[in-house]
């Protein structure tokens, strides 16, 4: 059974991004991987595209999505929805397709880093790090279906809460 997977962030341009294109990579043919932002910015964020291009995932096909693209009658119903940050976990869930099982992942933007270009270029390599050691745990995770999981509160990855899943 594939999982379809959506990713919600603001500007969909870095971190939403990256963890479309690190699940579609290392997720095989268990899930499929889209992202969105609430706000999409008109263009792809540059680093994180040479990053990711860098690593070898394949963005080929990527660009900034609004969520709504993904709330009407055509959209693909998802199994799990990720917000990576406050302002889209603040989306009404009802808005977009299917019932998926709801997960907030407060990870910084990137792009907001203010600093040298090492600060900088770091802050992106950390964004890449913390999203594939998430997805790599939930990717290995025993997903039968994502009806019978529950969400989890804990002190986990990054010492922020963090919601998991759990059997």
């Not at 963890?19 to 095989?28: F, K, V, Y």
């Not at 990137?110 to 992106?124: E, F, I, M, Q, W």
Request: include cysteine.
């Amino acid at each position: 059974m594939q999982h379809n997977v959506l990713f919600l962030g603001d500007g969909n341009s870095a971190r939403s991004i990256m963890a479309e294109a690190i699940l579609n990579h290392e997720g095989g043919e268990s899930f499929h991987a889209y992202s969105a932002g609430l706000r999409p910015a008109p263009e792809l964020d540059q680093r994180a595209i040479n990053l990711l291009t860098r690593l070898q995932y394949d963005i080929s096909e990527a660009y900034p999505k609004d969520w709504s693209e993904f709330a009407g009658a055509s959209a693909p119903e998802f199994d799990f929805i990720f917000t990576l940050c406050e302002q889209a976990a603040l989306l009404p869930h009802a808005m977009l397709s299917g019932e998926p099982v709801f997960a907030h992942w407060d990870v910084g933007d990137p792009a907001r880093t203010l600093g040298s270009t090492a600060k900088v270029d770091l802050a992106y390599i950390d964004t890449l790090r913390t999203l594939s050691t998430r997805i790599g745990i939930f990717m290995n995770l025993p997903l039968r279906t994502p009806g019978h999981l529950a969400a989890h509160h804990f002190e986990g990855i990054g010492g922020k809460q963090t919601a998991m899943f759990g059997v």
